[in-house]
């Protein structure tokens, strides 16, 4: 997909997180012809999508479910479609309602990617990286592994359905999935407990001037020192945009390549705000103790033999730009 390619594109979610992200990025490589497709009512509508979006440029702001019509009718109003970006989702690791998650996760991508691969438009959509379960099998993305992993989660559960109903019916021949760690940023606010530490830990220090980090119940761990793949929202959606450059097709990470530890990562936030660090540790939840993921780190080697060879942002630089440069200032991409 070329600069000003006049096909259209379309971002599911994209009045969200990363969605909005991508439009943000599209925009400055000068994509206009966007349909915007998110719920715009009800539970997961929310004035800070708005937000998101105020300073973008696209074409069309479609209900979720509106598109989801238009889909299964083949309407003219979407001819001239060159890629779809599925990135909306329930994205809530504690959502329980397994036949919400089904409908919206699993039965809703089936549907996008048959009508995409039908009409030739470069289809790539997001996985997730609470797929692998606990990381005892490994985080290698592809297919070859599939069977042996075991999400902790229903909304891991639903996304790992659709990775491997694509690859049995053969659909990775044509369409990109990506496995996306754990991605900060601006345009999150939204999210509730959803947001990132970065974020919630912003607004802790504001108001306490110390950060809360959970207690390790592994012994494995030390307090703090258990951690994620960290990755900047800017360097996902280079990732993201990578793929509509190809026709590469299969299943990829997208995440740092490196595992950092939560006090690693509370350590830089008070670096970002010129303040010594002081973190207290709090028991975790009982209702997730049991199903908690204490390390995550992305293989990216499939990434980088599917052509992607940007750098990827250090997490201190990260977090000082989201910091420094929208939490401080309240600011939103493009504002």
Known sequence: MPDRDPQRIVVTG????????LVWALNQRGFDHIVVVDRRTGANSHPEKERNLAPLRFDEYLDADEFLTLVASDSDRLAGVGTLFHLGACSSTTETDTEYLRRNNLEYTKTLAHWAISRDVRFIYASSAATYGDGSSGMVDGTGELDSYRPLNPYGQSKHLFDRYARDNGLFERIVGLKYFNVFGPNENHKGEMR?????????????????????????????????????????????????????????????????????????????????????????????????????????????????SHSITPLTTAVADYVQNYLVHNKHLGA
């Open 14 to 21: 994209g009045a969200g997180f990363i969605g909005s992200a």
């Open 196 to 308: 990132s530490l970065v974020n919630k830990a912003y607004a802790q220090i504001r108001e306490s001037g110390r950060i809360k980090l959970f207690k390790s119940h592994n012994p494995e761990y030390r307090d703090g020192e258990f951690g994620r793949d960290f990755l900047y929202v800017k360097d996902a959606i280079e990732m993201t945009f990578h793929f509509s450059n190809n026709q590469v097709g299969g299943l990829f990470n997208v995440g740092s390549g490196v595992m950092s530890s939560w006090n690693k990562l509370a350590a830089d936030i008070f670096a970002a705000l010129d303040l010594e660090p002081k973190i207290e540790y709090i028991d975790m939840p009982d209702e997730i103790r049991e199903r908690y993921q204490y390390r995550t780190q992305a293989d990216l080697s499939q990434l980088r033999l599917a052509g992607y």
